[in-house]
């Protein structure tokens, strides 16, 4: 008897289907070489992607360095440059020390799983990063996932822990809402408890605290010895990698012990050089940092959003994925381009529009995006 032929993966066509019916196929849209879209969609927070200063940066290092870094940072891929770059990071950040890596994801996963593991405990709140969420599965830890911000459920799975270590994690500033994390409270939480707190400043860094130099700066806890900061350098710098700032000894075991830095490739040479050129100017430039709120308070009364803006990210909830994704077409048909968030990356129900801000909008930009959001909002919540 002979047995059809069946596809091992026929059953992607099924999972296809569903997602078509629910509005939640994804698709790449590739942007045009010098495109002239208003950009509210990405994360170039302060407008630093294209600045002429981090250009050169890239290019020298790449004529210096060459293309890639050729390997592992533990064996060819290191270089003068990435340790210069982890001193002048560190510095403006106010922590003792900087070890970068290939990705923020990679950065936030290799943190969590080296500072956790079998026998410890990791809390993570609710509206965790993917990343630090993917680190948590890895960790091999016990996981409590506590309600978002919930100060007090955190103090409650500590509290009755038996592990000896514990770990809580959280974003700084959470990259859908743009809300701020209760990190001043989180902190305190964590010191009567023994735990130690990371912070994923990726959306903090270069829009939070004094000059761009996050909100954990902000609230007083740079630097502090049971605090682990990570971040990204594709957002507010423009370039591309991540990084984990702490003491000594966590970059020391961070290198022993975090699998996403020992089996990596390192952070290409030019990425490295566009990042430094970056935060030298956000140095020479702190005006960049209050610019970006400035214009989110703008873009947030614009689009009848109630909420006073913390961060760059402006969230507008249409709530089903269908009518938002309908919305974010019709705006880039308008010249104006934003970010279209539907489930899984928010519940279910509060699709939106998220809209960023950056500090190098001009006035016609602005005004046109006005124009843009009150026909299109209009639409899309009549």
């Given at each position: 008897m002979?047995?059809?032929?069946?596809?091992?993966?026929?059953?992607?066509?099924?999972v296809?289907?569903q997602?078509?019916?629910?509005?939640?196929r994804?698709?790449?849209?590739?942007?045009?070489a010098?495109?002239?879209?208003?950009?509210?969609a990405?994360?170039?927070?302060?407008?630093?992607?294209?600045?002429?200063a981090?250009?050169?940066?890239?290019?020298?290092?790449?004529r210096?360095?060459?293309?890639?870094?050729?390997?592992?940072?533990?064996?060819?891929?290191d270089?003068?440059?990435?340790?210069?770059?982890?001193v002048?990071?560190?510095?403006?950040m106010?922590?003792?020390?900087?070890?970068?890596?290939?990705?923020g994801?990679?950065?936030n996963?290799?943190a969590?799983?080296?500072?956790?593991g079998?026998?410890?405990?990791?809390?993570?709140?609710?509206?965790?990063h993917?990343?630090l969420?993917?680190?948590?599965?890895?960790?091999?830890?016990?996981v409590?996932?506590?309600?978002?911000?919930?100060?007090?459920?955190?103090?409650?799975?500590l509290?009755?822990?038996?592990e000896?270590?514990?770990?809580?994690?959280?974003d700084s500033?959470?990259?859908?809402?743009?809300t701020l994390?209760?990190?001043?409270?989180?902190?305190d939480?964590?010191?009567?408890?023994?735990?130690?707190?990371?912070?994923?400043e990726?959306h903090?860094?270069?829009?939070?605290?004094?000059?761009?130099?996050?909100?954990?700066?902000?609230?007083?806890?740079a630097?502090?010895?049971?605090?682990?900061?990570?971040?990204?350098?594709?957002?507010?710098?423009?370039?591309?990698g991540?990084?984990?700032?702490?003491?000594?000894?966590?970059?020391?075991?961070?290198i022993?012990?975090?699998?996403?830095?020992?089996?990596?490739?390192?952070?290409?040479p030019a990425?490295v050089?566009?990042?430094?050129?970056?935060?030298?100017?956000?140095?020479?430039?702190p005006?960049?940092?209050?610019?970006?709120?400035?214009?989110?308070?703008?873009?947030?009364?614009?689009?009848?959003?109630?909420?006073?803006?913390?961060?760059?990210?402006?969230s507008?909830?249409?709530?089903?994925p269908?009518?938002?994704l309908a919305a974010?077409?019709?705006c880039?048909?308008h010249?104006?381009?934003?970010?279209c968030?539907?489930?899984?990356?928010?519940?279910?129900?509060?699709?939106r529009l998220?809209?960023?801000?950056?500090?190098?909008?001009?006035?016609?930009e602005?005004?046109?995006?006005?124009?843009v959001?009150a026909e299109?909002?209009?639409?899309?919540?009549?």
């Amino acid at each position: 008897m002979t047995r059809a032929v069946v596809s091992p993966l026929m059953w992607l066509e099924d999972v296809a289907q569903q997602r078509r019916l629910a509005g939640l196929r994804r698709s790449l849209n590739p942007r045009r070489a010098g495109a002239v879209e208003v950009d509210l969609a990405s994360n170039d927070y302060l407008g630093l992607g294209q600045h002429p200063a981090v250009i050169d940066g890239a290019v020298d290092a790449l004529r210096t360095w060459g293309a890639g870094s050729t390997g592992s940072r533990l064996v060819t891929g290191d270089t003068e440059l990435h340790q210069q770059f982890e001193v002048e990071l560190a510095e403006f950040m106010g922590a003792s020390t900087a070890l970068v890596f290939a990705s923020g994801y990679a950065a936030n996963i290799g943190a969590v799983v080296a500072l956790s593991g079998p026998g410890s405990l990791v809390v993570s709140d609710a509206f965790s990063h993917a990343s630090l969420v993917d680190g948590c599965r890895l960790s091999r830890a016990r996981v409590v996932v506590t309600p978002h911000a919930d100060v007090d459920a955190v103090e409650a799975a500590l509290a009755d822990r038996d592990e000896e270590r514990a770990l809580v994690v959280t974003d700084s500033v959470f990259s859908a809402e743009g809300t701020l994390a209760p990190l001043r409270r989180l902190h305190d939480v964590c010191r009567r408890y023994g735990a130690v707190l990371l912070v994923d400043e990726a959306h903090g860094l270069g829009v939070r605290g004094s000059g761009g130099r996050g909100l954990s700066q902000e609230v007083g806890l740079a630097g502090a010895p049971d605090v682990v900061v990570t971040t990204t350098l594709s957002k507010a710098l423009g370039s591309q990698g991540g990084a984990v700032l702490g003491s000594a000894a966590v970059r020391d075991h961070l290198i022993d012990a975090a699998r996403t830095f020992i089996f990596d490739t390192g952070l290409a040479p030019a990425a490295v050089g566009a990042a430094m050129a970056a935060l030298r100017v956000l140095a020479a430039e702190p005006w960049r940092a209050a610019a970006v709120l400035s214009r989110a308070r703008e873009l947030a009364q614009m689009c009848d959003v109630p909420e006073q803006p913390e961060s760059s990210v402006v969230s507008v909830i249409l709530g089903a994925p269908e009518v938002a994704l309908a919305a974010a077409t019709a705006c880039l048909d308008h010249g104006v381009r934003v970010g279209c968030f539907r489930p899984p990356t928010v519940p279910a129900g509060t699709s939106r529009l998220r809209l960023t801000a950056r500090a190098s909008l001009s006035d016609e930009e602005m005004q046109l995006s006005r124009q843009v959001f009150a026909e299109v909002l209009g639409r899309a919540r009549s």
